[in-house]
Nanobody
Framework: QVQLVESGGGLVQAGGSLRLSCAAS????????MGWFRQAPGKEREFVAA????????YHADSVRGRFTISRDNVVNTVYLQMNSLKPEDTAVYYC???????????????????WGQGTQVTVSS
């Protein structure tokens, strides 16, 4: 079982940037498809971005495409979410999620991921 720990959240002004990190331990991250999700107060958990095991393919939600970028470094067992041009509506708790995967696929459903981190708060002020 892989353990996932997010970091990098915080308070930022609209238009600013943050980079979230998701560090994995317990298993080699290169065997996991990974994703980022977020949940704002009173709302359901929402898909943000996904990446295949190798990092060769990514997929981003329409709401963040062109502003956020998911990436990974399997050497250091870490997945990243670079967030630029942040908006107040990006305010949420951000979670990384992992799925042990044989194929080089990505997933955008929360139910597809059995492994989750504890989340990191991102607050964007207007």
């Amino acid at each position: 079982q892989v353990q996932l720990v997010e970091s990098g959240g915080g308070l930022v002004q609209a238009g600013g940037s943050l980079r979230l990190s998701c560090a994995a331990s317990g298993r080699t991250l290169s065997t996991y498809a990974m994703g980022w999700f977020r949940q704002a107060p009173g709302k359901e958990r929402e898909f943000v971005a996904a990446i295949t095991r190798s990092g060769s393919r990514t997929y981003h939600a329409d709401s963040v495409r062109g502003r956020f970028t998911i990436s990974r470094d399997n050497v250091v067992n870490t997945v990243y979410l670079q967030m630029n041009s942040l908006k107040p509506e990006d305010t949420a708790v951000y979670y990384c999620a992992g799925r042990l995967e044989i194929f080089d696929k990505y997933y955008y459903g929360a139910r597809d991921y059995p492994n989750w981190g504890q989340g990191t708060q991102v607050t964007v002020s207007s």
